[in-house]
């Protein structure tokens, strides 16, 4: 899976639990700073990433994922077999 | 003493309701003025607007007490047919006494036998489980299961984080056999807990309330649908049969996101936490109540009940409204 493929899903993620248009959820995006989402809507979006990336995102990893690119970026890393 | 023991086996059901809101409302305006948040800020991550606080000379057995004699007054059932008083309750300013044999006593219970349990905000849930064991077991002909809790006592109103989701109160359940010939009106309960996660919800020895909000959420949102298919199932009901979905009122975003994930399609959700905020152990059977005085539900109508809390402990059970 690309990065593209990921930041395609992660965006249809964003619009499902916040309503935010998919098209707005672009990499240089801040999640709390320009899309306006709580730390709740994190812990749902990353829940929600697990289930469709198949990859595991701890709670203390999600503080981290300040913008869209560092949660597709995660999420490749994570889904990396090891 | 007298025997308690009954005769033959019965069926138990729900009878009564009772609640018990304190007078006091604090909104979150009057805690925005100590507080550095605001209305919006609160509303938007936990549905709640406002709340009740218990007077100073309130407790947990007086909340306990009055939510207990509405639900007999409900019920039609005498105090003095009451076999047991069990009291859910984490919020009792001290562990010696007990808050249970002082709400017996208040009723007019002199029969009764009386306990407290506590499985924090999931203790009214495994109440009604025992108590509907007793019932069918012919251990107790009538039980009082009320869920009683002064949270403002345990608070820490310095700590934006947790002051503005809790509040005070107790509501109440009186169960006891179904007429002769009906099934039971208290579904099997599924329960479970895990005490390796005792420190989301914690109180430190001489401290206060703790609470670790997203780790909390999370596993609310992503593990209790589960334990709520479970429990309709164990009644041998599908979830779209339900009329009723009534989960703890801890945070509206998990109510809702738990009831997404259920698909009780048919079922109102509750929705007291507006104006009631997270009453612990109160909770279930206040928003149960009130959903009966609005007419939301009706006598008959089948309801899931589903309480989940500090342990971290959860239970739930599909039952009869009365």
Not at chain 2, 99 to 121: I, P
Not at chain 2, 189 to 209: E, F, H, N, Y
Request: charged content about 20%; hydrophobic content about 45%; proline content about 4%.
């Amino acid at each position: 899976m690309t990065e593209q493929d990921i930041l395609t899903g992660l965006a249809e993620i964003v619009q499902e639990i916040t309503g935010i248009a998919a098209d707005r959820v672009t990499p240089e995006q801040s999640f709390s700073n320009d899309l306006d989402i709580d730390s709740l809507s994190m812990v749902e979006i990353a829940t929600a990433a697990e289930d469709k990336f198949g990859v595991s995102i701890p709670d203390a990893a999600i503080d981290d994922l300040k913008t869209v690119s560092d949660a597709v970026s995660y999420i490749a890393k994570a889904g990396v077999p090891a | 003493m007298t025997p308690t023991a009954a005769g033959p086996q019965e069926q138990p059901r729900l009878l009564g309701l009772g609640q018990h809101r304190p007078q006091r409302v604090v909104t979150n305006d009057d805690l925005a003025a100590t507080l550095d948040t605001d209305d919006a800020w609160i509303r938007d991550r936990t549905g709640i607007s406002k709340r009740r606080i218990a007077a100073a000379d309130a407790g947990v057995v007086t909340m306990a007490a009055d939510a207990s004699a509405k639900a007999l007054a409900d019920a039609g059932v005498d105090a003095a047919d009451v076999d047991l008083v069990v009291v859910a309750t984490c919020t009792m300013p001290t562990s010696i006494p007990g808050a249970a044999a002082q709400v017996a006593s208040a009723l007019g219970a002199t029969r009764a036998g009386a306990f407290d349990l506590n499985a924090a905000c999931a203790g009214f849930c495994y109440g009604l489980s025992v108590a509907a064991d007793a019932v069918r077991s012919g251990t107790a002909r009538h039980v009082v299961v009320v869920g009683a809790e002064k949270l403002s006592d345990w608070v820490d109103w310095t700590d934006r984080r947790s002051a503005i989701l809790f509040g005070d109160g107790a509501g109440a359940a009186i169960v006891g056999p179904a007429p002769s010939g009906q099934a039971s009106g208290i579904g099997p309960v599924v329960w479970g807990s895990d005490g390796g996660r005792a420190d989301l919800i914690d109180v430190p020895v001489g401290g206060k309330l703790r609470l670790d909000g997203p780790a909390v959420f999370r596993w609310a949102t992503t593990s209790l649908a589960d334990v709520a298919r479970s429990a309709c199932a164990a009644a041998g009901i599908e979830p779209t049969d339900l009329a009723a979905f009534v989960p703890h009122q801890a945070n509206q975003r998990i109510v809702d996101a738990v009831a997404r994930r259920l698909g009780a399609t048919s079922a109102v959700v509750a929705d007291d936490i507006a104006d009631t905020g997270n009453t612990s152990a109160a909770s279930v059977p206040l928003a149960l109540g009130r959903l009966r005085d609005e007419g939301r539900v009706a006598a008959g109508d089948r309801a899931l009940l589903l309480a989940f809390g500090a342990g971290l402990t959860w239970a739930g059970q599909v039952v009869d409204v009365c």
